[in-house]
């Protein structure tokens, strides 16, 4: 099955435990990559965002999907794998927290899972490319406080 690959670095003025807190958000992952809807959020009991239900539409057919929390370090990388059926993949964003802000490197991998989205994969490759940059940089707006939604 395809897989691609996308990854976009941006600096936020926030500080790490900012950022951290907003990654616990489950709406903080709408609007990135194949994700466009989040419900029904999951948290271990130290808070940390374990799981959540998502959907994305492919063609004209919506899919729904569930998000696990596959790796987490408080204040480093927190790592999400998607499973939505015909798409799936992962959600990482690493964090480098320095004195004036915090680097976050956020990279999204993607493979299909089914027949209508690897004959579908060269048109959802080319749309997640051309919007990915714009969906970190406003995912990075949002989380820290620079946009509403936050």
């Given at each position: 099955?395809?897989?691609a690959?996308?990854?976009?670095?941006?600096?936020?003025?926030?500080?790490?435990?900012?950022?951290?807190?907003?990654?616990?958000?489950?709406?903080?992952?709408?609007?990135?990559?194949?994700?466009?809807?989040?419900?029904?959020?999951?948290?271990?009991?130290?808070?940390?965002?374990?799981?959540?239900?998502?959907?994305?539409?492919?063609?004209?057919?919506?899919?729904?999907?569930?998000?696990?929390?596959?790796?987490?370090?408080?204040?480093?990388?927190?790592?999400?794998?998607?499973?939505?059926?015909?798409?799936?993949?992962?959600?990482?964003?690493?964090?480098?927290?320095?004195?004036?802000?915090?680097?976050?490197?956020v990279?999204?991998?993607?493979?299909?899972?089914?027949?209508?989205?690897?004959?579908l994969?060269p048109?959802?490759?080319?749309?997640?490319?051309?919007?990915?940059?714009?969906?970190?940089?406003?995912?990075?707006?949002?989380?820290?406080?620079?946009?509403?939604?936050?």
């Amino acid at each position: 099955m395809p897989t691609a690959t996308f990854r976009h670095s941006v600096r936020s003025p926030a500080d790490v435990d900012q950022i951290w807190a907003a990654l616990q958000d489950p709406r903080t992952w709408e609007h990135v990559g194949p994700v466009e809807k989040v419900w029904d959020p999951e948290f271990d009991d130290d808070g940390t965002l374990v799981g959540y239900r998502w959907s994305t539409s492919i063609g004209s057919k919506e899919y729904e999907g569930h998000a696990h929390t596959i790796e987490h370090r408080r204040g480093e990388c927190f790592r999400i794998d998607l499973d939505g059926g015909e798409m799936g993949g992962i959600l990482a964003a690493e964090l480098d927290p320095g004195p004036d802000g915090t680097d976050i490197d956020v990279t999204l991998e993607i493979r299909t899972q089914g027949m209508m989205s690897s004959l579908l994969f060269p048109a959802i490759r080319g749309a997640i490319a051309s919007g990915f940059p714009e969906q970190v940089e406003s995912l990075t707006r949002r989380i820290s406080g620079l946009e509403d939604g936050a």
